[in-house]
DNA sequence: TTGAAAGCGATACCAG
DNA sequence: CTGGTATCGCTTTCAA
């Protein structure tokens, strides 16, 4: 591994001018800047990020943390966050705190250890912790006070709820999510709204999470307790698979007999036979939004907004019945 | 942020010795040790790791590359990795590379100026650029001269053809993947030799990538190349569910007009109606055990063996007819 | 058993 | 425009 000594003395020159050669800053002659860059070249130098970060008391790593990286919203949320802060020459320390408290606690601790430069948090809790560094949220809104990158869940909730109405709805079940509480409630609500302008009755079900195995279950028993469920609202696209899955296996016709709306658009949706209609998250986009506002946090901009929300919209599917005139 | 003089300052002890207690190296008196806890204690202070790094010249990070974070079997080779390392307490640097060869160089680059302690690859290539490092091949696997850890391809080849071969089979086509090539390879063999000693005739059809987007392609050129196939053995689950999604998408009636097997089981794979019948390998072991060979490589230890073979094993379901008896 | 001091590799101030 | 040097926070000789 080169140094910036081993530069400087092929260079001819001092460690200060191949310092002030390599960041352009300060005055460097043409020639001094020839040689420099000929060294640098010749002895394949890159200079070293953690002398650099202890100097600087901040490094060029982002800290992200994830709730559970085999939901595959949020890969998509990482690629987003990944390909801003790679443009901007950042790279990722990954956080993935699968229910886990403490492990949070520890994530955000390594991250100062590290001298992270800032942090993306798509984890309900953490701003506690976090008060001390850049931070912006993802997905998840806490307060207004911090920075926040998320979708329209009324609308969302509003939309699956208009889809599903326009579309002899029958019985609805509006399954609600637990987790992000506050996303989930919001969405109910946009949903309620809806359903109640439309004065459609309809049933709530609670999920307990949004993990494979329970969604299994909890989609047993939706059947269970609401038999002659027409329309089904899920909380994500997990739960409305799952929930397909075991109305076909009761025999039941999607959309015929059944209609189900999902919520993310995860890439599995579209290759489910009926194909899952749903609403598009972008989560892509939330995660390079995200990393957006983080880097001109980080470059000490202005902000114009704290709090960014991005709109969803409603994938039409097969798993949807035919519109009513 | 608290440093090691303050910790110093207030135990009434040198840097040097706050720095031997912390570590546990060298002699610390009982009563300066105490000190030294008391002190960290109230000035709640824990180590800046770059710091350390700067001086050791090797971090408490690890680097990680995928290539595609999107395919669900990543994320839970990143979590196994994440579980491992963590317990050593190491923290992760992600880097996926999405296709993208100079994005690699790039992420190698990133993980040596960081002085990562070591690097994890799922990306076919990277060997050269690795060569400075401790590294683990995870998933692919190159020479034997490389430390990896990977699961049996042959015989994952051998247990999907068996499978096909004992149900009716009809006419057999084999999908054969890309990318990996390797692996794609060594499945390939497996199935082949299976077929040939059961005498069977089957076809073979390429496929491009392990994407969303090609997989649904690839789906309807098969059944348009070869319409009269009875049993399928996919290159990996997303293929073979939009396998799936196509012959029901024609009126056709899984598994009794054709049967199909996967590869990989991912989680997705249960969830659809019929459920896919599929080759599991353990992604969250690969990375589990990888990491472990990894961090012993970094401590010094010998290693057993370099490469490391996991079992596979058919996971029956509803995509494959009733074995013949 | 302890502390002073010399680095690790880069940056930035200050004098020249 | 250039170079010497203090500094970032920690580890590790080396002497005491």
Redo the contacts between chains.
Sequence with gaps: ?KTIKDVAHLAGVSVATVSRALNKSGYVSEKSSQKVEAAIKELDF??????R??FQ?K???IG?LLPD??N?F???V??GV?DKI?EMGY??????V?ENRS?ET??I??F????VAGVLSAVESSSNDLKNMPFVMLDRVTSDKEYSVHSDDYQGGMLAATAVSERSPGQVVVMVGPRSISNSLVRLAGSVKVLEENQLSYQLFETESFQ?DS??KAAYQLFETFPDVASIIASND?HA??V??EA??RGLTIPTDVQVVGYDDN??S????P?LSTIAQPAYQIGYKGAEILCNRIAGLKIKEKNIQLPVELAIRESLRKKEK
Tied chains: 1, 2.
């Design positions: 591994m890159y200079p070293n990020e953690v002398a970060s202890l008391k490094s060029k790593l992200l990286i085999s595959p949020f890969p998509l990482a690629k990944e790679n790279n990722l320390i990954l956080g993935n699968q492990k520890e994530y601790r390594a100062a250890q590290n001298n494979f969604a299994q997990i698979l799952s397909m899955r076909i296996r890439p599995y579209k290759l489910m036979y194909s």
